[in-house]
């Protein structure tokens, strides 16, 4: 696996950053993640400050390599939450779902690197202009996500637009889809549903199939 600029930049061995998916990416698999020698990644989701506090200490009991918080500004807990991770001093944090600017400051006075989650090379920009570490260009194929472009098509525009490394999103479970990420211009990659087959994620191994949520939707009949 390359060594790049993230890895330095965040205190991590490999390229890789283990995306912030609500109610999965606690504490057990971002630790997982990091003392594999990547990024492993929190999500505050629409929690509220105690559990992301408590999560953020029980990572630290796990782990004592670098991890980070995933913040989704349209939260209604989003400002207590960015405030934990500037108390908490958590290495990164990485933004979604609207602009992180009025944090930035505060993040980066406790010495957060901020690295938001971007879906055009407009935001990209303002995320630069706005002292972002790093930007996370990503594509419509990742999961919640609202923008138009797709993977292969907004990372190399991220790339020519701005000058702060870039990481890659959005459909991407492999070393091929690394590969080509890296080709794009990136050098970094985010994955997500990957590490949903990790031992140490603690999602249902046999989710009800479609059928039988269907099923269980629509009444008998009398």
């Known amino acids: 696996m390359l060594k790049t600029e993230i890895c330095a930049l965040c205190g991590i061995e490999y390229p890789i950053f283990q995306g912030g998916m609500a109610w999965i990416a606690e504490a057990n698999l971002a630790a997982a993640v990091s003392n594999a020698g990547g990024l492993g990644i929190i999500s505050a989701m629409n929690a509220g400050g105690d559990y992301l506090r408590e999560q953020i200490r029980l990572a ?66 303002m995320m630069e202009r706005a002292g972002a570490a790093a930007v996370i260009a990503e594509g419509a194929e990742s999961g919640g996500h609202i923008g138009e472009l797709s993977t292969m098509a907004i990372v190399p525009q991220v790339c020519d637009a701005v000058h702060i490394p870039v990481i890659a999103a959005g459909g991407i479970a492999d070393g091929r889809g690394v590969a080509a990420s890296f080709m794009l211009g990136a050098v970094g990659v985010q994955l997500g549903t990957r ?28």
């Open 195 to 222: 590490f949903l087959t990790a031992t140490e994620c603690r999602v249902h191994p046999s989710p009800p199939s479609r059928q039988a949520a269907a099923s269980a939707a629509i009444p008998a009949a009398a």
């Open 60 to 125: 630290r009991t796990l782990t004592d390599r670098p991890f980070g918080v995933n913040i989704m500004l349209q939260s209604p807990h989003a400002a207590e939450v960015a405030a934990i991770t500037a108390e908490e001093h958590v290495r990164v944090v990485t933004t979604g779902a609207g602009m992180p600017t009025k944090y930035m400051p505060m993040w980066k006075e406790a010495g957060v690197t901020v690295i938001p989650v971007v879906a055009s090379v407009a935001m990209a920009k």
